[in-house]
């Protein structure tokens, strides 16, 4: 497989705050990975290195085997950058502030025009063109911010959190736009902390936190890795769950019981036999698969949807 992004022992600081200290991970050409990370982990900051706003003090980038230092150039014509802040002159029209982007990327006249359709099309605006952007929601207008990152037709595709509070409409029109990018091969890196979109979107993932990627993989293999297996009893009545000494503490979870558990095969066997010893009906008891929320809770501290 051919790498898109290799990124090794990044560190960066404001003044003298760290944001990044020795970040580093891989990513497939043609795949979509995820950046995971609570508020403030570092990842805006890797993402505006890698699209060459900012430069890390340590550390180094290449994208498509280029060094990021030495072809900054040749860089900046392959990767299309979405910020977390939409950037759009309100008093144009979604058309004409395409126009301005697509100028500022050497892209003009007849192509220019042709791109616009485009990119319009595939953020399912092209009806509204010809519209002001301070008529349109955040929803739409992050599509069109989306639509300006390319308009030069780029190779990777670097995303900073392009979901956070829009409407469910812009949601899947994004999503949509972000499969049909891949199926014509184009690398996308994400970043979000909606845990269903790295489920959905994601081939591969990294948590951040603290500047410092901590879990890295597919969703199974950091699942596998990191996330504590349980054992999941709910009983007729709503009645209490039995002890099992020896398998683990047993905590009240939704309508029933949790076991967290590294044995859930025989811990289900014994809770099973319990029960039956016990003469309690079962309504449901299963292994339960951990949840990536688990996972970053367990290794961060914090949860996923801290938007704080
Ligand atoms: N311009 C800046 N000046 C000073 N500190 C900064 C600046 N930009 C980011 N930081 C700090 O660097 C750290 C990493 O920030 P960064 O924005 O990269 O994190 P993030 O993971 O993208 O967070 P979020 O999910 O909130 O966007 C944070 O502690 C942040 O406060």
Redesign the pocket.
Known sequence: MSLAIEVKGLAKS??N?T?LSGIGFEVGAGSCFGLL??????????MKILSGLLESDRGTVRLFGKEQRTAADDIKRIVGYVP?SITLYEKLSAYDNLVFFGEMYGVSGAELKRRIADVLERVGLADRAKEAVDRFSGGMKRRINIAAALLHRPKLLIM??PTVGIDPQSRNHIFEMIRSLRQEGVTVLY?T?YMEEVENLCDRLAI?DR?EVIADGSLGEVLDRFGTKAVYLELEGGREAPKLPGYGEVEPKERGWLLRTDTPLESLAAWAEACKRSRLEAKRLEIVRPSLEDVFLKLTGTTLRDDG
């Not at 990370?37 to 890797?46: L, V």
């Open positions: 404001y003044g705050k944001a990370g609570p508020n403030g982990a570092g990842k805006s900051t890797t977390q900073d959190e970043s902390h951040v500047g």
